[in-house]
DNA sequence: GCTTGATCTGAACGCGCGTTCAGTTACTGT
DNA sequence: ACAGTAACTGAACGCGCGTTCAGATCAAGC
């Protein structure tokens, strides 16, 4: 039997990436099978490959996918303004954004290894591309005497850990509520770019 | 065949753990074979058996031998003396330790979900004992009126998050010397947790 | 020189893997 | 009513997986 009722190509389809998604985030690209992602989604293995060519294409589109979002979204969060400004907002839409999705984050980060080279090319160029970003706020900063940091690329890449850090312990419902944390992180942020 | 010459518990014992070490680090629990590690000993897959249980323990020997070593070697380092010497000593002590590792390091955060669950609970008691002699610190800093953080649990967090973070993209030979990247990131936590 | 035990091989076990494909079903357009 | 096609099944392909084990080999102790 095949197709029980009506068209299912635009249910299916996204149905198979939330899946794959939930499932490599917590078992991992290498330890899900295609058939586990089959059995989830409801049909066989065979008809996942009417979806993506296989099964390191699935995994590339989530992450390209994912860094394509987050560029845009970012491209969209940016409203200007003094430096320092723009720093926070850039903090807190990192760590709202980074919370929101813990699935599609925590595949971005661990998965890169299981990515062929020239997949992995592509996604670190995009995860350059943020990093850009955060660091032209800093050598803006830096410029107008607001921030003292002696290397902004360093800079940049120690505060995106440390943000990201957020995403490996944060649950809804713990001792801190997200603004709180939000807040805090940011303060540290701050004065560890400031004189 | 077996056994070439001479008495080779000693030295095939070790090896294997190493070259566990270095794969798993490299692809992945799940996507590294037992053949692949015993290709790489030199001996059959059978051997390994010789020398663990199975394919879980070994990861976790890796991970808990890691722990048990990185206790030991804070415990030594740690001399005592003022908050702010405590803490510079603390960040410097951890960048260099997980610099010298990369591969340990890179396991013992990568490889948590391939745990099984007791296991799991073991490394993260471990886990937690070390990030409770960061806590002592900023708690003992805070009593003094040195460090300004308004949450010391968060604090110690967010600033092992930073730290781990040089071991992701740091390579000898850089643009940068690991002394200075050590300093550069001390200087941010310092200032991070001061007023 | 013989026995003992440590060390390892080589083959095998059942199983699940990613992927392909001929065939089947259910809907759509005419 | 019928053809066409989108969506899916179910079986199969060759292969590698983790693990076990009887047997081979060598070093050491008596």
Same mark, same amino acid.
């Given at each position: 039997?095949?197709?029980?009722?009506?068209?299912?190509?635009?249910?299916?389809g !996204?149905?198979?990436? %939330?899946?794959?998604?939930?499932?490599?985030?917590? =078992?991992?690209?290498?330890?899900?099978?295609?058939?586990q992602?089959?059995?989830e989604?409801?049909?066989?293995?065979?008809?996942?490959?009417l =979806?993506?060519?296989d099964?390191?294409?699935?995994?590339?589109?989530?992450?390209?996918?994912?860094?394509?979002?987050?560029?845009?979204?970012?491209?969209?969060?940016?409203?200007?303004?003094?430096?320092?400004?723009?720093?926070?907002?850039?903090?807190?839409?990192?760590m709202? =954004?980074?919370?929101?999705?813990?699935?599609?984050?925590?595949?971005?980060?661990?998965?890169?290894? +299981?990515?062929?080279? %020239? +997949?992995?090319?592509?996604?670190?160029?995009?995860?350059?591309?943020?990093?850009?970003?955060?660091?032209?706020?800093?050598?803006?900063?830096?410029?107008?005497?607001?921030?003292?940091? !002696?290397?902004?690329?360093?800079a940049?890449?120690?505060?995106?850990?440390?943000? +990201?850090?957020?995403?490996?312990?944060?649950?809804?419902?713990?001792?801190?509520?997200?603004?709180?944390?939000e807040?805090? =992180?940011? %303060?540290?942020l701050?004065?560890?770019?400031?004189?």
């Open positions: 039997m095949a197709r029980k009722q009506g068209s299912h190509a635009g249910i299916t !996204p149905k198979v990436r %939330d899946v794959a998604l939930r499932l490599f985030a917590r =078992y991992g690209y290498a330890a899900v099978s295609m058939r992602i089959a059995r989604v409801g049909v066989q293995a065979g008809a996942l490959y =979806y993506t060519p099964k390191q294409t699935l995994l590339f589109d989530l992450m390209r996918g994912h860094l394509d979002e987050l560029l845009s979204a970012w491209a969209e969060a940016d409203k200007g303004g003094p430096p320092a400004a723009r720093l926070e907002a850039f903090a807190r839409f990192h709202r =954004y980074h919370l929101d999705r813990p699935d599609t984050i925590f595949i971005a980060y661990m998965e890169l290894r +299981n990515l062929e080279p %020239d +997949n992995f090319a592509e996604v670190e160029r995009l995860r350059d591309l943020y990093e850009a970003s955060l660091i032209d706020i800093l050598d803006a900063g830096r410029a107008e005497g607001v921030f003292q940091v !002696p290397d902004t690329r360093l940049a890449k120690a505060a995106i850990s440390m943000l +990201n850090g957020v995403t490996t312990w944060f649950r809804e419902g713990g001792r801190l509520g997200q603004g709180e944390v807040s805090i =992180y940011w %303060d540290m701050r004065k560890s770019v400031s004189g």
